[in-house]
């Protein structure tokens, strides 16, 4: 169905987490309209650290500079470009301020480890927004196309509808528009628990130096063990330590229902909890976790490994980020890979809109081929992030005799996220388009 009578191409995106936010500038940067719909009232995320991995900042760099300078105004350095795996289970010693973690190998960025706080980045990302493209407190119910006009028509839980040419799910893991294209039922794509669950939380670096010594608190440290593993990010900008724990957990996760709010994904926990999962590690460890707040959280970790979607796009709706391939942490990419997702979608758009017309057909060509850039190397993400859990968490080898070949492993894989040539995707992608939408 062609649409002359159209002036330009109208995108919905659902859901302003770190992957709509950043296609939003993304696509201003590039002319094309859009209009975020998020069901907060304002733009809000945790004041938890994040690493972005070189290949994100470079996407994100390629969708517009100011997202990149949106991360490296509020990021830090973390312990130059080192991040190291060292032994927290069999530790030498019983005062961490002395006691030896064994180092087992280290990864080495290039650029240095940067990290910020969720909150200082979205902060900064959303002032290159202008408000007339946000509606806030649009909570949405589904998506379905329409017959007649071809358009997409978004419903909302306030009752409103609206219609637009292009819908991008960027609604995070428990989607309403991954609910649309392809059902809810137990058989249905979803997330689902991955059996590891995690305690984390800021803490001041000075309480971090006094329990644990200066070395220890500046550097990116994997401390690995068996059936769970502590990640320290030191956060200078911010005088904190950023501390992770996960444990690997052999229940289940209580079952969400249909309409439960997301927060079901995280449950009260006390401290005693937490620091009983890790009794039989070394003090370091211990010690890292007694530093967490008395009243905690515990995360369940969720991921599509199991269920996951067979394409990206459907027609004119879309999935990107977390709502497409939502991935456990532990390659410290999933926000990242969404910026990759933003960058392909800001591209395939910008070449939307700046056709005299545009029908269904060239709508739907241009997603499909979002998705084949796409679906290979986020799902490989899902993958690799679950077996790199278990190389932390000495699954199955002799960790220590095999210390080198696990480390080979990770560093390969790590390389695999990091070296990914961003230009070569967009080319790729600017190609595929040509020849489809002839
Ligand atoms: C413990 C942990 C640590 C992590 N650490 C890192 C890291 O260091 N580096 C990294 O790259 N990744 C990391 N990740 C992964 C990263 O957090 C996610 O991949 C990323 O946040 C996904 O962003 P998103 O925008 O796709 O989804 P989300 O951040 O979930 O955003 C979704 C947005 O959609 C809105 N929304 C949801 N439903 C609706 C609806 N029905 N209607 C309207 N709006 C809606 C939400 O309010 C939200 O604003 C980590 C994940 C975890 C669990």
Same mark, same amino acid.
């Given at each position: ?5 159209? +002036? ?13 936010? /950043?296609? /939003? ?24 650290? =994040? ?10 760099? %390629? ?5 990149? !300078? ?14 190291s795996f060292v032994d927290g289970f069999g530790e030498r010693g019983e005062d961490p301020q002395s006691s030896v973690e064994d180092f087992l ?9 940067? @990290? ?7 902060? !900064? ?31 909302? !839980? ?14 995070? =893991? ?16 979803? @997330?689902?628990?991955?059996?590891q669950l995690g305690f984390r939380g800021?803490v001041?670096?000075?309480?971090a =130096?006094?329990a644990l010594g200066?070395?220890k608190s500046?550097s990116?440290l994997m401390h690995t063990g068996p059936g769970a593993f502590v990640l320290t ?8 330590m950023?501390i992770e724990a996960f444990v690997l957990d ?6 969400? +229902? @249909? ?10 926990a006390?401290l005693d909890e937490a620091t009983d999962a890790y009794t039989d590690f070394g003090p370091t460890v211990r010690a890292l976790v007694s530093l967490l707040?008395? +009243?905690i959280?515990k ?13 990206? %796009? ?5 999935? @990107? ?15 990242? =890979? ?44 899902? !993958? ?5 859990a278990?190389l932390f968490t000495w699954k199955?080898?002799?960790y220590r005799?095999?210390v ?11 390389? +695999? ?22």
């Open positions: 169905m062609t649409r002359p009578d159209k +002036k330009s191409l109208e995108v919905a995106i659902v859901g302003g987490g770190t992957t709509g936010l /950043a296609l /939003a500038v993304g696509l201003l940067k590039r002319n094309v309209n859009f209009t975020i719909y998020e069901r907060a009232e304002k733009f809000e995320e945790l004041g938890v650290g =994040i690493i972005f991995t070189p290949n994100a900042e470079r996407a994100m760099e %390629a969708l517009d500079p100011r997202v990149l !300078q949106s991360f490296t105004n509020v990021a830090t350095h973390a312990s130059g470009g080192t991040f190998f280290e990864l080495h960025v290039e650029e240095g480890y940067k @990290a910020c706080r969720r909150c200082d980045f979205v902060d !900064q990302v959303v002032q290159h927004i202008p408000e007339e493209n946000v509606r806030f407190g649009k909570w949405l119910e589904s998506v379905e196309t329409d017959d007649n006009s071809g358009r997409a028509i978004l419903t909302f !839980q306030d009752g409103e509808r609206v219609e637009a040419d292009v819908v991008i799910g960027c609604d995070g =893991i428990r989607s309403r528009v991954r609910g649309s294209m392809f059902g809810t039922g137990p058989s249905s794509p979803r @997330a689902q628990y991955s059996h800021m001041p670096l000075e309480k =130096i006094t200066p070395e500046a990116v990010v030191p956060l200078a900008g911010v005088n904190a950023h052999k229940n289940e996760w209580p079952e969400f +229902k @249909a309409d439960s709010d997301s927060k079901r994904y995280v449950l009260p006390t707040p008395e +009243k959280d995360w369940a970790v969720f991921d599509m490994l199991d269920a996951p979607v067979p394409t990206y %796009a459907r027609s004119c709706v879309c999935l @990107a980020g977390d709502s497409a391939h939502a991935s456990t942490p532990n390659h410290g990419g999933g926000a990242g =890979i969404g910026m990759e997702d933003a960058l392909v979608l800001a591209e395939v758009l910008a070449v939307l809109s700046r056709r005299s017309s545009f029908d269904d057909f060239v709508i739907s060509e241009a997603l499909a081929v979002y998705s084949e850039v796409r679906y290979e190397r986020s799902q490989w993400l899902v !993958q690799s992030s679950r077996r790199t278990e199955d080898r002799e005799t095999d080198e070949e696990v480390g080979q492993d990770i560093i390969a894989r790590s390389h +695999k996220l990091w070296d990914y040539d961003i230009d070569a995707m967009v080319t790729d992608t600017l190609q595929m388009l040509e020849k489809r939408l002839v």
